[in-house]
């Protein structure tokens, strides 16, 4: 075992697990869910052994193809910090949450064909963390968003998950289509897709600005699809669809942080487009206050939590815009895959011990029911809400540093959105936990088998202390923004913004039999759903109208129609030379050779 | 002395005769024999040809003549066949004029 | 001397090949085949291709024409009855053989070339089978071996489909 086969190891393992469980799934559960297991578990033992080794010079790289000498395609991986890093994160979720599926998924069908999806979204996610060229991501992007349709759409029996997997799928690709245009931009600027070589080369493009800097947005185009930010952050809520084990891992963990992570690769190129890291910074900004906004309205379980994950992709994006290098949005992705994951994973176990309902005012009183699952949800609530101390307080207190030191309006935007953030996963997890029972299903809960607990227990324990200074000094090389910089009053307003959105929310919702405050602009995500539906219904629908038409009329007709029949036609006429007598085939044999000799002699 | 000229009418005309014999007979057979009739006209033409263009030790082009050697033993194969499928088709209808032999058409 | 033997002898050809296309009993039609390929042996021999002419005298003289004979002789044709003479034929073959002709004498008369009267040979009675072998085996030996080939096929191919039952 050496670092350079490594890699290869990690990347191709669920790729034959996931072959595996769809040949011998059907003969068993139990072999399906060990294969998947095996897989990732793996995967994460090397990736934590790969971590501490040090790396030896250049890695292997096949060539894939070679398109004339401007363009030769390789597979290879890159093995640096910010890989070994994203290794960790997505291999060691993995784990957790396959464990976590052995006893959520244990009475669902599709069992196999769940672990086979599984592993194969994880074989595509490490394709993308692992690529060391622009193509090679891409291709494992598209890979990643088929794994997230075929998951989203498990339950494709029921036409609201077959259309979220549908939605998911489309929005993405309208991302991809500028990332894929970005990515064509930089290779023209550069004649190279290999992220080390494109690196080298842009200094010589800083001549035109212009060029890279709408290279560099249509490439976060990927980002703003992957990653849902404004305005293709639709797709994520409907997402949750699939089961949740999927909404952990895909939806909250690992594969919505690849636009994220996509972004801190080719960071060297961002660094000399101030312009196009402004807009990022925006947009994401942006995002991370509307999705907050959005939030505090649903009354959806998963969806809440579907909003703070779009809410909290804001931030890191920003962090990507404003701090002066990668590592501060990494390190929020990195602690954000621990309690996002757990929140998830505890509010899957409440929707089993709900049988599947996810209205969370026809929950409550289920601290009693559940303890052990309230008590990790309480502990990844704190560290999502930014309680001091908690991983999610050092992340993300860095990216609102760094924004209200470079873009201060943005800066005290996202600190709102702390507070909301705050206000909306207290409200939650009251009115789920606390009050009184309002279903039947509440009132006789379960609490959950010991595969599903573990789980949570060990995110539990990482959603607290995974940002604790030794940690951060271990993973990640963090720059903080001068004390002199940072507005005095920052550091307490975060703390006021936690315990008042905490307190307020105590204060409205301990008790509370239906939610006390209506915002309809809120409950209905700011209209920007209705606007797309309005825009698809009318709009692309008229065109798609107007296309079906034209096919009908001009393409079936006068194209395919038109010289089908005039064949037919000719061939009736033809037929009637066929007279089944030899010698007036002779004659007409005879009569061409000698049209021909006359052809030739005239010449 | 007969020139090529010669040579080649006479084939020319052996060939008219062969084609006219496929052209205008009904009976299969003699149809074939019609085609044997021609083939030997080409026979003809190669033979004079490789006469009539000596090669450099002044002896005729017998590559010519090989491809005459080639023809004829085609043309023995080829009437072997032929003639099987003649009584096969003979067996099957009763028949060896043409106009008999027409259900291929539309 | 030579012209006169080869006239004789195209104008014998000519003539019975005629009568094959003419006559309308199947067994003259063959006879006069045969003499045909018989005169055109002695054409061949006018051309100094002895080996040639004595191969014509053997496979078509010989074995084709015992074919062409013995499957008269096995359908048991007779003469042909006068069946109704159709104008559209004979015009239609009448224009195609006269074209062909036509085209032939404009190639022949146009090609000035074609007047060279008969070279000599080196040496006159050199021994042509020696000869032909020579460029068959040496130039020619694989287009040789696959014409052996094919007649093998063929005589399968002949004996399968003179089976009485196809099975």
């Known amino acids: 075992m050496s670092t350079q086969t490594a890699p290869w190891i990690i990347l191709f393992t669920p790729l034959v697990s996931a072959a595996l469980i769809l040949l011998l799934g059907k003969f068993s559960k139990t072999l399906s869910a060990s294969l998947a297991l095996i897989a990732a578990g793996t995967g994460c033992a090397l990736s934590w052994w790969l971590f501490n080794q040090p790396i030896d010079g250049k890695m292997l790289s096949l060539n894939w193809m070679s398109l004339g000498p401007e363009l030769n395609l390789t597979i290879g991986v890159t093995l640096d910090h910010l890989s070994k890093v994203m290794l960790l994160v997505v291999t060691s979720i993995s784990v957790l949450v396959f464990i976590y599926s052995l006893g959520y998924m244990r009475d669902e069908e599709g069992y196999s064909r769940f672990f086979a999806g599984l592993s194969l979204f994880l074989f595509s996610m490490l394709g993308i963390v692992l690529a060391d060229n622009f193509v090679m991501m891409f291709i494992f992007w598209e890979l990643v968003g088929v794994s997230s349709y075929i998951l989203i759409g498990h339950y494709y029996s029921k036409d609201s998950a077959a259309d979220a997997g549908k939605q998911a799928f489309i929005v993405n690709r309208i991302g991809d289509f500028g990332f894929m245009l970005g990515i064509l931009l930089l290779w023209f600027g550069t004649g190279t897709v290999v992220f080390s070589e494109l690196i080298e080369s842009i200094p010589g493009l800083a001549m035109a600005p212009i060029y890279l800097t709408v290279a560099c947005i249509l490439i976060f185009m990927g980002t703003i699809g992957k990653s849902a930010q404004m305005p293709l952050h639709v797709w994520l809520p409907n997402s949750m669809e699939g089961p949740t084990p999927v909404s952990s891992l895909l939806h909250a963990a690992t594969m919505v942080a690849a636009g994220v992570y996509m972004l801190a690769r080719i960071f060297p190129i961002l660094e000399i487009v101030p312009t196009a890291r402004e807009i990022i910074a925006w947009i994401g900004g942006i995002t991370c206050f509307a999705a907050a906004l959005m939030a505090t309205q649903q009354s959806d379980i998963k969806r809440i939590l579907a909003y703070s994950t779009i809410s909290q992709l804001g931030y890191m994006v920003l962090g990507i815009g404003v701090a002066p290098t990668s590592d501060v949005a990494m390190f929020h992705l990195f602690t954000h895959a621990c309690f996002k994951c757990l929140l998830f994973l505890a509010a899957g176990s409440v929707m089993i011990a709900m049988h599947h309902e996810v209205d969370m005012w026809h929950m409550g009183g289920l601290r009693k029911k559940t303890p052990v699952t309230m008590i990790c949800f309480f502990l990844g609530m704190l560290a999502l809400a930014g309680c001091p101390y908690t991983s999610g307080y050092f992340s993300k207190d860095l990216i609102i540093e760094w924004a209200v030191v470079k873009i201060p309006f943005l800066g005290w935007l996202v600190a709102a959105a702390a507070g909301l953030t705050a206000f909306y996963i207290f409200r939650e997890f009251f009115v789920v936990f606390f009050g009184k029972a309002r279903s039947e299903h509440a009132e006789h809960a379960k609490e959950q088998p010991i595969t599903m607990l573990v789980p949570m227990l060990i995110l539990s324990v990482l959603a607290i202390f995974a940002g604790l200074p030794f940690i951060q000094d271990h993973f990640f090389k963090l720059v903080r923004p001068d004390h002199e910089l940072v507005p005095h009053l920052l550091h307490p307003l975060l703390y006021a913004m936690f315990f008042g959105g905490a307190g307020l929310s105590a204060f409205l919702y301990f008790k509370a039999r239906k939610d006390p405050i209506s915002i309809p602009l809120f409950a209905n995500r700011l209209y920007i759903d209705n606007v797309y539906f309005w825009f698809v219904n009318n709009i692309q629908g008229g065109g798609a109208a107007f296309l079906s038409w034209a096919d009908r009329w001009i393409v079936d007709l006068l194209v395919v129609q038109v010289p089908s029949k005039l064949t037919w036609a000719c061939g009736f006429a033809l037929r009637f030379l066929q007279l089944g007598n030899i010698q007036a085939y002779a004659f007409f044999f005879g009569a061409g050779v000698v049209g021909l000799l006359y052809i030739l002699i005239s010449k | ?106 | 001397m030579q012209l006169a033997l080869f006239s004789i002898f195209s104008l014998l050809m000519l003539a019975f090949a005629l009568g094959v296309i003419l006559l309308r009993n199947p067994v003259s039609c063959a006879m006069s085949l045969v003499m045909s390929f018989v005169a055109l042996a002695a054409i061949f021999v006018t051309l100094d291709a002895y080996f040639i002419s004595v191969v014509q005298v053997l496979v078509y003289a010989g074995a084709v024409m015992v074919l062409f004979l013995f499957i008269i002789m096995l359908l048991d044709l007779r003469e042909e009855k006068r069946r109704r003479v159709r104008l559209s034929a004979w015009v239609g073959g009448g224009i195609i053989v006269g074209g062909f002709l036509s085209a032939l004498t404009q190639v022949i008369s146009a090609l000035p070339a074609l007047n060279v009267v008969k070279p000599a040979v080196s040496q006159p009675m050199a021994n042509d089978v020696a000869l032909v072998g020579f460029a068959l085996f040496r130039n020619f030996n694989l287009p040789f071996q696959i014409i052996g080939v094919l007649l093998l096929v063929a005589t399968v191919g002949v004996v399968l489909l003179s089976k009485k039952e196809l099975k």
């Open chain 2, 1 to 106: 002395m007969p020139t090529l000229a010669h040579y080649l009418i006479v084939s020319g005309l052996l060939f008219a005769i062969g084609l006219g014999g496929v052209l205008l007979r009904r009976n299969i057979l003699i149809i074939f024999m019609g085609l044997e009739l021609m083939l030997n006209a080409a026979n003809l033409s190669l033979v004079a040809f490789s006469r009539f263009n000596l090669l450099a030790d002044g002896m005729p082009n017998y590559n010519g003549q090989v491809l005459v050697f080639f023809i004829i033993t085609v043309a023995a194969a080829e009437v072997a066949v032929g003639l099987a499928i003649i009584v096969a088709l003979f067996r099957a209808k009763q028949t060896t004029h043409v106009e008999d032999l027409n259900t291929l058409k539309f």
